[in-house]
């Protein structure tokens, strides 16, 4: 059984857009930068488990996601790539970490105490990430205060430090000047980490002792660095560095108002069938609060998606599906289960296709396009398509 509204998810796009992304910034022969692919989110909308193998088909050896529930799902759905988990950790469980081996990313010194404690717990020496605040205010250790933070999460003896990142909080608006003030409070905070892992490994070896396989071994010489999400990707290629964190640009989507000449593909379509064609005559309303009244007799097509299915609200009377090739207003409210649109003068019939994010035709609507109609960002038209959706792959 599968019902008329779907989310068609082409991995093959999905696949290709992460090719071209790789070659667009593995351009420093020498020391090619590569990807994180984010997977946050359940994929975006788009199902992690298939997003994330599909990807390690494509190259991808790094994934990134929200939490450690996230993780250990991935790696339970057979994910063998090195899974990154972004979030905090300070009120997690955090045997999923070991148990899904997971990288966790370590963003404040009460979570770099919980975390050494459970690797003391486990006998395991830990990889991390350390998180860097350089302005965002969100996570991460404050970039002008790690002389005093910084020590102690170094010297845990569990723990070894496997990269260095931040996350720029104006990377897609061109106009921002705190863009390049965050890059360079991060590469002035990066020096700081680099000078006291020195000093701190060298303390640890000398306290190890010779012999055993110590955390003094272990430890990386020079942590990799990250910094880019989509935005910045596209931005500016001074914050390329090792690794870049496409999330949007994977599924095919350009940030707003950012444009880009990588040739991407939207992974994902949403489709439904029309349901039922009504005649409704001309002074009467449509749908709850009979919000559209029809001036002339028009006929209303009903389409079996609405916002339990993540539909907005505020599709209603200002967004277009398309059917028969044509673009066709969406009238009356959205509701839980359903649309309208108004399809006068068209040739509809119920099981007629409806495209309501994709292309029909010459026509295309883009989840860009219909976040921009209600006033949202397409990150959140993806996100929300509902779970009550089916993902079929192709
Ligand atoms: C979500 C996220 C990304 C990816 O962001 P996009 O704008 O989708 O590319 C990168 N880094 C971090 C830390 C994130 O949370």
Known sequence: MIRPTVARVDLNALKTNYRHLSAHVAVEESRPTTIIAVVK?????HGAAQVARALEDAGATTLACADIEEGAALRSAGVRAEILVF??????????????????TISTPGAARAVQVAAAKYRQQLRYHLKIDTGMNRLGFRFDNLRRTLPELLASPNLDLDAVYTHFATADNPESPHFN??????????EEVRESNRRVRGDRRENSGTGSASSAISAVASPYVHAANSAAL???SRVWYDCVRPGLLLYGLVPPPLA??????????????????KGVRAG????????????????????????????????????????????????????????????TGLDVSPGDEVVIIGSQGQERIDAREMAATIGT???????????RIERVYD
């Open 234 to 236: 596209l931005r500016d």
């Open 260 to 277: 880009s000449t990588i040739p991407l593909t939207p992974v994902m379509t949403l489709h439904s069938r029309v349901v039922a064609v």
């Open 87 to 104: 979030g905090a950790l300070s009120v997690s469980d955090l045997d999923g970490l070991f148990d899904a081996r997971l990288t966790p």
């Open 181 to 190: 003030e965050q890059r360079l409070r991060f590469e002035r905070a990066l």
């Open 284 to 343: 009467e309303g449509v749908g709850y609060g009979l919000k559209f009244n029809t001036e002339q007799p028009t006929t209303i097509a009903i389409i079996p998606a609405g916002y339990a299915d993540g539909l907005d609200l505020r599709l209603g009377g200002r967004g277009v599906v398309l059917i028969r090739g044509r673009r066709v207003p969406i009238v009356g409210a959205v509701s839980m289960d359903m649309l309208t649109a108004d399809v």
């Open 377 to 387: 960002i397409p990150y959140e038209v993806l996100c929300r398509i509902g779970s």
């Open 41 to 45: 989110a359940n994929a975006y909308g």
